[in-house]
């Protein structure tokens, strides 16, 4: 853990999680980002990859997991020795460790994990939770208890649609009402489009309010500087890194949701299920 990581806060953080429906779409690219960006802004960041099937930001950073969520679950090791600190000074707390539905744990398993991670959680400012691809029950989870929800999608119809079926998933189902949604892979005009369009089906159909917080465009380097496990801004100093940065910024600027329930106290006992004594408003049972 980061020596900044070290002063307790007081309070629970807050948490923003970020999905898509499709995968592919840049998810785990602007999580890395962010996290790197709040850093930036002087934030103790915790950046959990919420994949626990498969691995998604260490294998985007180059860094070396020394343990995964299963060893914690199974009592060999806590969460903090989990966590490693990326150079540039926020923290991972890695996936991709085959556990694939935190429903099937013990509850005695889910105890521990809860503990472990409202211990863990209290050291920083801000949670980023980078989500797998698809609608499953971890996703669900993951996405619905987090104060803030950011939807990344692409202007390819098939992101759009995805996009729309987890914003529809999480509203009527988990009682999400409110989402930030940034465009990647377009320039301005194509985002704007993308946006209506998801923002036209979302007011015919849905009880939903849609933030448009910005756009990333396509650019070569993207890919370059992950194959090379860095990050962009250490690759290239191209124009379209201020884009980046403005779409960051915004995000990091908009105000958490206060949602009830929501927020990193109630993230994980949430996520793990009622059987700990916790009382819920929705249908999250294990
Ligand atoms: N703005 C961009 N310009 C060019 N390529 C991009 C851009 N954003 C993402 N990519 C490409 O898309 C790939 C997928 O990105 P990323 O892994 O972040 O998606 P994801 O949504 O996290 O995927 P998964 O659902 O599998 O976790 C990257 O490896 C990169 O090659
Ligand atoms: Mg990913």
Request: hydrophobic fraction near 45%; glycine fraction near 8%.
């Amino acid at each position: 853990m980061s020596e900044a990581s070290k002063l307790v806060r007081k309070n629970p953080p807050p948490a923003i999680a970020i999905g898509s429906g499709k995968g592919g779409v840049g998810k785990t690219f602007l999580s890395v980002h962010l996290a790197d960006r709040a850093v930036q802004q002087g934030k103790r960041v915790l950046l959990v990859d919420a994949d626990l099937g498969l691995a998604n930001v260490d294998v985007m950073l180059g860094i070396t997991a020394p343990g995964n969520i299963q060893q914690v679950v199974d009592g060999q090791a806590q969460l903090s020795d989990i966590v490693v600190t990326h150079r540039n000074g926020f923290d991972v707390l890695p996936g991709g460790s085959g556990l694939h539905e935190l429903t099937h744990l013990s509850a005695m398993q889910q105890r521990l994990l809860l503990d472990e991670m409202n211990a863990l959680t209290c050291n920083y400012d801000l949670v980023l939770i980078d989500t797998a691809a698809g609608i499953g029950e971890n996703v669900l989870y993951f996405t619905s208890c987090a104060e803030s929800v950011l939807i990344v999608l692409t202007p390819d119809p098939t992101s759009l649609t995805d996009a729309y079926a987890l914003i529809k998933v999480l509203s009527r189902q988990r009682d999400v009402g409110k989402f930030m949604v940034a465009i990647n892979q377009a320039d301005e005009v194509q985002a704007q489009i993308t946006f209506r369009r998801l923002l036209s089906v979302a007011d015919r159909y849905l009880d939903v309010v849609l933030d448009f917080v910005g756009f990333m465009p396509e650019y070569n380097k993207v890919r370059a500087a992950i194959q090379s496990q860095q990050l962009l801004h250490n690759f290239s100093d191209s124009s379209r890194i201020d884009s980046l940065n403005q779409l960051l910024d915004s995000i990091l600027a908009q105000p958490p949701c206060v949602r009830s329930g929501a927020g990193m106290q109630l993230f994980w006992q949430r996520a793990l299920g009622n059987d700990l004594g916790y009382q819920s408003q929705t249908d999250l049972a294990v």
